[in-house]
């Protein structure tokens, strides 16, 4: 597996760019976020390991361009631990995110759970149907079924209610929802997702509370659960 590693900290990069290659990862390395970019485009690695204060080019400038470029898997690596920046990271496209310091083989078991979710991605890998209790919902035809019986979704909805569905139980961020379901990611359309959201609740009878429901976590996202 080719992973970029991205941090202005040489002697933490060569830690990392160590120890990684002892775990058999072919290891490439940038300093800055523009070298990052450059290795990126020429390099076309697995996974990038980014680490979010760096010169150049800032670290989530570096992490947006490369989302909405492609969909490789991106953990930001950064000293910043408050709750604002951790979100930021993950609403412009990060996958994960680890605070320093961290351990070597803390890295390592969250770069292979990382890659075990994008394996699962409906971006990478859809299904044609996926059921979440008695909801089903079909790819190929649009339709969704409740209990047997068939809802009405519009085009945005089904799609809204499909990347959900397909990622039950995980916390899928606002970014990531409106990408899907749009084609493309515009903070303006954060306010249409709510909006969107309400709708598909009214027409699935979900509750935003219950145990089985869409839930909305305030700041990051939205995440399905069957109950």
Known sequence: MKV???DDDVDLLDLMT???RREGYNVLAAVDGQQALQRWEAESPDIVLLDGNLPKIDGFEVCRR???DSKTPIIMLTARDEEEDILRGLQIGADDYMTKPFSAKQLAAR???VMRRCQTDP?????SQVSVGDLVLDLQSHEVTKAGKPVQLTRLEF???????LNEGRIIPYSR???????YYDEGNSNLLKTHICHIRKKLAL???GKRGIKAVLGVGYSLSRG
């Open 18 to 20: 160590y120890a990684l």
């Open 66 to 68: 490369i989302r909405h």
């Open 207 to 209: 509750s935003p509370n």
């Open 4 to 6: 970029l590693v991205v």
């Open 177 to 183: 929802l409106i990408e899907y379901a749009w084609g």
């Open 123 to 127: 971006y990478r890998q859809p299904a």
């Open 159 to 165: 799609r809204i209610l499909y990347m959900l569905a």
């Open 111 to 113: 770069m292979k759970a």
